[in-house]
């Protein structure tokens, strides 16, 4: 018996079909679970940034018109010098007089007024009112895709009324990276 040298070009072309086909049909099952895969490590990250977040705002005063100083008085109560103060309008919410924002003393000093939300991105354009997540966060630029949207607004307590001492504010986070997102996050702040 002989032994032919080679293929046939028609064993070569079935050859390549099938393997175009085994190709094809590998791509269309892998490729969008690699794209997928991405989403995890972007939520977690998304997470962590919320957490990094809410540290810094939370540790912060109820309102600029509270004691800074641990508590001794809160806005809608009479202060120290026996007058009382108002809490801060929804419409005054947003950094006191343009101050940077290692200046922020308050919870609505992140957001902006009227309820709407501040933007904080990696290197915010000079003419925009977008703020910069690195100073927010005190990072290096390791979100640097991501976007991150605050609003800071009243939630009060149905239950106990509308007495200015039991207000609370919504601190609510907004974090979108790349083209994953949008993340929500949500935290209180207690007028106590």
């Known amino acids: 018996m002989k032994w032919g040298k080679g293929f046939t070009l028609i064993e ?5 079909v099938l393997l175009a086909i085994a190709m094809l049909t590998i791509t269309t099952m892998l490729v969008p679970n690699i794209r997928n895969s991405a989403e995890p490590q972007y ?3 998304a997470a ?14 109820f309102d600029e018109n509270s004691d800074h100083n641990g508590g001794y008085y809160r ?12 809490c801060t309008t929804l419409s005054q919410f947003g950094p006191d007089n343009n101050e940077a924002i290692t200046g922020y003393n308050d919870v609505d000093d992140f957001g902006a007024a009227n309820g709407m939300s501040a933007v904080y991105v990696i ?5 925009s009112s977008e703020r910069d997540l690195d100073e927010l966060i005190s990072d290096n630029g390791s979100y640097r895709n991501f976007t991150v949207n605050i609003t800071v ?10 007495d200015q001492t039991n207000i609370i ?9 790349s083209r994953y997102g949008p ?5 209180y702040k207690g007028n106590y």
Request: some cysteine; proline content about 2%; hydrophobic content about 40%.
């Open 169 to 177: 504010k919504r601190i609510q986070l907004e974090i979108s990276a």
């Open 153 to 162: 607004d009243y939630f009060v307590d149905n239950d106990q009324g509308i």
């Open 123 to 127: 290197e915010p354009s000079v003419n």
């Open 12 to 16: 070569l072309t079935v050859a390549i």
């Open 48 to 61: 962590a940034l919320a957490d990094s977040i809410f540290n810094q705002i939370l540790t912060r005063s």
């Open 43 to 45: 939520q977690v990250r």
């Open 183 to 187: 993340y929500l996050f949500t935290a």
């Open 75 to 86: 806005c809608g109560e009479n202060g120290a010098d026996g007058t009382l103060t108002s």
